[in-house]
């Protein structure tokens, strides 16, 4: 199978992969095959962030199956406009704030398929490490998984020692993360999430990353400032934006230190 790291998307990870966990020291092992929206070469956006054809594996291997990914893109973007309504009341903000087309009228659909495991892993041993401790530098991420526990997520990453609560699978729901572009835009009244992965037995996950258009402005909203509470971060374009996360991650950094930028 094709790689196409350098557009985040096709098989990324081998299972056994080079990031570390520099809390625990462990070396994670989960394996992710991505895919974004279906761009071509030719298209005069193909070269920004995130944009360009995606790698689809032979239609006789699995026939069908990319049909049933971009509808899977569509429907769950549906459901991330739907929270992303639900977050615009809980700021002061029109109900479809977000829904406008510089911002999740042309989002970006980011699909992640994933695979934690070890061959020959014993699952009454200890915990092997899937994902480390990091946020997601989306708006917001929803994840289905299924029915094997591993997602830990950490509310205080301040504390010393960081606390972490398990989330349960639940069958027929999405998880939903709030992600670093949120924080940056909502000023941090609300803060993306820090989770890890760890488990015992092999696990599978999708995770939808819902990223806004290229051609909107990643600002302060206006509900969230005050005088006595300026905004933390200057305004990027979110092309510029996504640029800077793609090249910062691929270094190994985690998402929420991209806020700093």
Known sequence: MKLMVERNRGYKLPLKNQFIDQETNQQAHGEAFCMVDELPDADKDAEKPLRGPNVWPPADALPEWKE??????????????????????????????????????????????????VEGADPLKEYILGTPAHSDPSFITLLATDQVPGLQICKNIHAKPRMWENVSPLKGAFIVNIGDMLER?????????????????????????????????IECIPSCKSEENPPKYPPIKGEELLGIIFQEVAAGRTARDINKA
């Open 68 to 117: 049933t990914i971009l509808k899977y893109q569509e429907e769950v973007l549906n459901v991330g406009r739907a929270v992303a309504r639900i977050i615009a009341v809980a700021l002061d903000l029109n109900v479809d704030y977000f829904d406008r087309q510089e911002f999740l009228g042309n989002a970006l659909p980011y699909l992640s398929l994933n695979h934690y495991g």
């Open 185 to 217: 835009m909502s000023n941090c009244i609300f803060r993306s999430t820090m989770h890890r992965v760890l488990f015992r037995q092999d696990r599978y996950t999708i995770a939808f990353f819902v990223y806004p258009s290229h051609d909107g402005v």
